[in-house]
């Protein structure tokens, strides 16, 4: 089955690290390792988490 990934997220992460939204696809998969990669892992899942507490408050 294939991982899906918040895309506003990625963007965000991808804008931030001045690489494309698919590279940090990428990263996050483990396909790619940079130096950062674990930084990256851990920013994409802190700010998904904001996101979807965001949209809990609006509910």
Same mark, same amino acid.
């Given at each position: %089955?294939?991982?899906?990934?918040?895309?506003?997220v990625v963007k965000a992460l991808a804008c931030k690290y001045?690489?494309?939204?698919?590279?940090?696809?990428?990263?996050?998969?483990?396909?790619?390792?940079?130096?950062?990669?674990? =930084?990256?892992?851990? =920013?994409?899942?802190? %700010?998904? =988490?904001?996101?979807?507490?965001?949209?809990?408050?609006?509910?």
């Amino acid at each position: %089955m294939k991982k899906t990934y918040n895309t506003g997220v990625v963007k965000a992460l991808a804008c931030k690290y001045d690489v494309t939204p698919r590279y940090i696809r990428y990263c996050l998969s483990g396909d790619r390792t940079p130096i950062y990669a674990d =930084e990256l892992i851990a =920013e994409y899942y802190k %700010m998904l =988490e904001q996101v979807e507490k965001a949209l809990k408050v609006g509910e």
